[in-house]
């Protein structure tokens, strides 16, 4: 029902280091942020690779979802409908050798000698197990079961149950056993409480109230206008900036040649600077002068505008239509290679 896209900020963060003049690039804390949103969106696909070879076809997959539980949100890593119950899957991408404390209702991950703690990923699963049900009954759905797993996204990953306690094998799973948790689980279930029609309604309603969390990363990192380059950089050799002739873009370092390098970077103006931009913001972005130019590089990008004249302001796609691929200068993936997990 809905695929797993980069969540926006994980695009925003690419599109920061795309912007970046290259002293500015190589901040510690945001490149750390980076990586952890990036681990964590590799090891959700990591799971929804095994969940798409389960062979039960009356499941309603939604792989991702934010939802309102006034005066809060609360976000489902997979969320899956059934006939007999809900599954809310919480996918957690840690590596090392896990400890998990049933007693004191913590997990401790220790890698390479350091050890850190986290909060209770039972507890956040059932946390958003009561959000869901409050979600629910708002729109009128009463007494669906709903059960929760923690999928460990790597099997690489050590577990260690230190109580072994056993209802403890049943919440905290690796990927590997996904299918047989799911098939447990939905034999406890004899009977349906939803129609193939109501799962439908329900799912067009999910759809409707999803909200994805964004974050105003220039602010939350005070960065300014002149940290950030202007002009279109050369999808070739990365020299910025490229010069408009006849309708293309031309690098004066390589020679390359291209006629959409514009739009990549009027989308990470979106992603970075909000949701509208102007004839007038697209000059100074792209390093432009005419406002025909202007006028015929939004236009010819299919967006969506309010107002007239002078007045006129281009809207940001939804998040689905920005571009999935990571592309990143040489110089700035250089310094933000993984760890093999």
Not at 181 to 206: F, G, M, P, Q, Y
Not at 209 to 238: A, F, M, W
Request: hydrophobic share 35%; glycine share 4%; with cysteine.
């Amino acid at each position: 029902m809905k695929y797993r896209l980069k969540i926006y900020d994980l695009l925003i963060y690419e599109a920061l280091f795309r912007r970046f003049h290259e002293r500015y690039a190589r901040n510690n804390s945001i490149i750390s942020a980076y990586r952890k949103e990036k681990a964590g969106f590799d090891g959700e696909r990591n799971v929804d690779y095994k969940l798409s070879t389960y062979p039960q076809k009356d499941f309603f997959i939604f792989q991702g979802i934010r939802l309102p539980n006034p005066p809060f949100y609360f976000q489902i890593d997979t969320l899956i409908l059934t006939k007999k119950l809900i599954y809310i899957l919480e996918v957690k991408n840690y590596k090392g050798n896990l400890k998990y404390d049933s007693k004191q209702n913590q997990m401790t991950q220790e890698v390479k000698g350091e050890v850190n703690a986290f909060k209770d990923p039972i507890l956040q699963a059932e946390a958003q197990k009561t959000h869901l049900q409050q979600w629910l009954e708002k729109h009128g759905i009463y007494n669906v079961p709903i059960e929760t797993l923690v999928v460990i996204a790597y099997p690489s990953t050590i577990i260690e149950n230190i109580h072994q306690d056993p209802e403890v094998y049943h919440k905290i799973i690796h990927t590997e056993s996904l299918h047989q948790h799911l098939n447990r689980l939905h034999e406890t279930h004899a009977k349906d409480v939803l129609t193939t029609a109501a799962i439908r309604k329900l799912s067009k309603t999910l759809l409707q109230e999803d909200q994805p969390l964004r974050t105003n990363i220039l602010d939350y990192y005070n960065i300014d206008d002149q940290q950030l380059i202007k002009g279109v950089p050369c999808e070739q050799c990365n020299y910025s900036p490229m010069t408009r002739l006849a309708g293309k873009w031309s690098c004066q370092k390589c020679n390359a040649i291209s006629y959409n390098a514009h739009e990549r970077v009027i989308l990470d103006h979106f992603l970075l600077h909000g949701d509208t931009i102007t004839n007038k913001q697209c000059r100074d972005l792209l390093r432009i002068s005419s406002p025909r130019t202007a006028y015929l590089i939004l236009n010819g990008m299919n967006l969506e505008h309010s107002g007239g004249n002078k007045g006129r302001k281009y809207i940001s796609p939804v998040l689905g239509n920005f571009p999935q691929v990571s592309y990143l200068p040489k110089e700035i993936m250089s310094t933000l290679i993984f760890d093999k997990l």
